[in-house]
């Protein structure tokens, strides 16, 4: 996960059919600056897993487009204003043909009442993901920006997205970095976050870690199996 690595990967041309492309700032050159994508990764937290080398040929690896259900194997604590939370290993079911995922997060220590124990929401891309792959086309990265919603929270997220992994690591991992969380559930998640999606994101997460939001990263590590 070496800058110089990132450097020699070329964008690719795919694109989710949810996204409405064009939109979130992601157009024109890389950014120089991002620094080693691997050393901030290591900001999320300090007990944060560390990734493991080990190819995934022997299973059916996580490679875009994503398509099934995959299972976290850590996240970190997710906070905004209101509240703070500990998820135990999440499951999320992504459907990018069709532009949507879900997920379901088990509720460490206090949680949401009204949850009963495990979050459950649901997500679109807005934008994206789009994805950039390295020359040997193993590794990819993808960002976007997307709206996701947990009703029982009665709130919808509207964040830039990023995504990093490789057909030779055990693990890929997702960091989000959210323009707001917008109170309610009345409108559709496309209207409710489309003001948002035109502030526009960074096309590379190391660039979003120096940026100010007004909500905190929130980052999970999968298992880079679809299960």
């Given amino acids: 996960m070496e800058d110089d690595n990132a450097a020699t990967m070329r964008t690719a041309t795919m694109s989710g059919k949810g996204g409405k492309g064009g939109k979130g700032g992601k157009g024109g050159k890389r950014d120089e600056d991002d620094g080693d994508d691997e050393a901030s990764e290591q900001k999320i937290s300090a007990?944060?897993?560390?990734?493991?080398?080990?190819?995934?040929?022997?299973?059916?690896?996580?490679?875009?487009?994503?398509?099934?259900?995959?299972?976290?194997?850590?996240?970190?604590?997710?906070?905004n204003s209101k509240e703070k939370l500990n998820f135990g290993s999440v499951t999320c079911d992504w459907h990018?043909?069709?532009?949507n995922y879900s997920w379901v997060a088990p509720e460490l220590g206090p949680g949401r009442a009204q949850d009963h124990g495990a979050e459950r929401g649901t997500g679109i891309w807005l934008d994206g993901p789009h994805y950039i792959?390295?020359?040997d086309q193993r590794e990819w990265r993808?960002?976007?920006?997307?709206?996701?919603?947990?009703?029982s929270a009665n709130h919808t997220s509207c964040c830039c997205q990023y995504m990093?992994?490789?057909?030779d690591w055990a693990h890929f991992t997702i960091s989000e970095h959210c323009r707001?969380?917008?109170?309610?559930?009345?409108?559709?998640?496309?209207?409710?976050?489309?003001?948002?999606l035109k502030m526009g994101c960074p096309k590379e997460n190391a660039t979003?870690?120096?940026?100010?939001?007004?909500?905190?990263?929130?980052?999970?590590?999968?298992?880079?199996?679809?299960?």
Wanted: net charge neutral; proline share 11%; aromatic share 12%.
């Fill in 96 to 99: 990018e043909s069709t532009g």
């Fill in 47 to 79: 007990t944060e897993p560390a990734h493991h080398r080990l190819r995934q040929d022997y299973c059916t690896a996580v490679y875009p487009p994503f398509e099934g259900k995959t299972k976290s194997t850590w996240a970190s604590t997710y906070s």
């Fill in 208 to 227: 979003a870690n120096e940026m100010p939001f007004p909500i905190p990263r929130y980052s999970e590590m999968y298992t880079a199996c679809y299960i």
């Fill in 164 to 167: 990093h992994g490789s057909k």
């Fill in 133 to 135: 792959l390295s020359p």
């Fill in 180 to 196: 707001a969380v917008v109170p309610g559930n009345v409108k559709s998640l496309e209207a409710t976050c489309d003001p948002y």
């Fill in 142 to 151: 993808s960002h976007a920006f997307i709206a996701a919603r947990v009703p």
